[in-house]
Nanobody, 121 residues
């Protein structure tokens, strides 16, 4: 079993900041990538940012320059620092972990329960 526990969402005024955290635990053989997605009401779930084990971070164009993703490899924890928040950033934010549970297994996606971020104008 793999568990993802998110924290850090909430209500903030436009221009404010929030920091999301996601800790992954359980049967992890190796972690491939960790990231954050978001889903606004009536819309599909879209990627916000990701950080692979090897390679560079990636950001959605809409958050570049405002959000920063970081990862603590030893703790299997990923963070999302969100600055200069806008009302259009309002959504449920989901943590994602792409990993192997055994040496020869395929890669699996696991998801957090989601945390609400609401930005008021």
């Amino acid at each position: 079993q793999v568990q993802l526990v998110e924290s850090g969402g909430g209500l903030v005024q436009a221009g404010g900041s929030l920091r999301l955290s996601c800790a992954v635990s359980g049967s992890i053989f190796s972690m491939n990538a960790m990231g954050w997605y978001r889903q606004a009401p009536g819309k599909q779930r879209d990627i916000v940012a990701s950080v692979p084990t090897l390679g560079s971070t990636n950001y959605a164009d809409s958050v570049k320059g405002r959000f920063t993703i970081s990862r603590d490899f030893a703790k299997n924890t990923v963070y999302l620092q969100m600055n200069s928040l806008k009302p259009e950033d309002t959504a449920v934010y989901y943590c994602n972990a792409n990993l192997r549970v055994r040496r020869a297994s395929q890669l699996y996606d696991f998801w957090g329960q989601g945390t609400q971020v609401t930005v008021s104008s």
